[in-house]
T-cell receptor, first 114, second 113 residues
Framework: DAMVIQNPRYQVTQFGKPVTLSCSQTLNHNVMYWYQQKSSQAPKLLFHYYDKDFNNEADTPDNFQSRRPNTSFCFLDIRSPGLGDAAMYLC?????????????FGDGTRLSIL | DQQVKQNSPSLSVQEGRISILNCDYTNSMFDYFLWYKKYPAEGPTFLISISSIKDKNEDGRFTVFLNKSAKHLSLHIVPSQPGDSAVYFCAAMTYNAGNMLTFGGGTRLMVKP
């Protein structure tokens, strides 16, 4: 089945130690998104890639970076995680082509900071 | 400023009855609305959507109603089943804005057997 896959599902890192979360998709969608979700709050968009074009949300901390080496993969890098970065990180994809299309989400990576 | 609001953080319904989840928005540029369902430890799953040119969209037990003049939409689930217990997020987007979603804060639905 075509899907959005996030690895790992659970990640534990130390305060200040860089961590990378990964997302892959088999949907061949041209847009990939990274969200941060805390507790039961609404997902908060961090940034997205429209093909190779990177788009950062204005309030996304510089501590968060992203890479998209090809259509299928996208990575979220947190350079120096703080305690406040503990959250669920969701990857999503969509196909932007002449009409509204829903975003399809992976199951997320839950990040814990020690 | 929250552009999409779900004012009920939780809702409890008896199995077999109707569940009605509500959502309000303030941005009149939104023209496509979606509902997502989220189980614990899983990502949101797309459930149903509606374009602003319609006022109703139905898919099996799920129906979404849109009242543009009131900037209000609702999701009806009938009959409700215990497996419907989850957090439901309302989301909205604007055509040709890169499919950017604005989410509401979610409503936790509990369907009691």
């Amino acid at each position: 089945d075509a899907m959005v896959i996030q690895n790992p599902r659970y990640q534990v890192t130390q305060f200040g130690k860089p961590v990378t979360l990964s997302c892959s998709q088999t949907l061949n969608h041209n847009v990939m998104y990274w969200y941060q979700q805390k507790s039961s709050q609404a997902p908060k968009l961090l940034f997205h890639y429209y093909d190779k074009d990177f788009n950062n949300e204005a309030d996304t901390p510089d501590n968060f970076q992203s890479r998209r080496p090809n259509t299928s993969f996208c990575f979220l890098d947190i350079r120096s995680p703080g305690l406040g970065d503990a959250a669920m990180y969701l990857c999503a994809t969509s196909r932007v082509s002449g009409g509204n299309q829903p975003q399809h989400f992976g199951d997320g990576t839950r990040l814990s900071i020690l | 400023d929250q552009q999409v609001k779900q004012n009920s953080p939780s809702l409890s319904v008896q199995e077999g009855r109707i569940s009605i989840l509500n959502c309000d928005y303030t941005n009149s540029m939104f023209d496509y609305f979606l509902w997502y369902k989220k189980y614990p430890a899983e990502g949101p799953t797309f459930l149903i959507s509606i374009s602003s040119i319609k006022d109703k969209n139905e898919d099996g037990r799920f129906t979404v109603f849109l009242n543009k003049s009131a900037k209000h939409l609702s999701l009806h689930i009938v009959p409700s089943q215990p497996g419907d217990s989850a957090v439901y997020f309302c989301a909205a987007m604007t055509y040709n804005a890169g499919n950017m979603l604005t989410f509401g804060g979610g409503t936790r639905l509990m369907v009691k057997p």
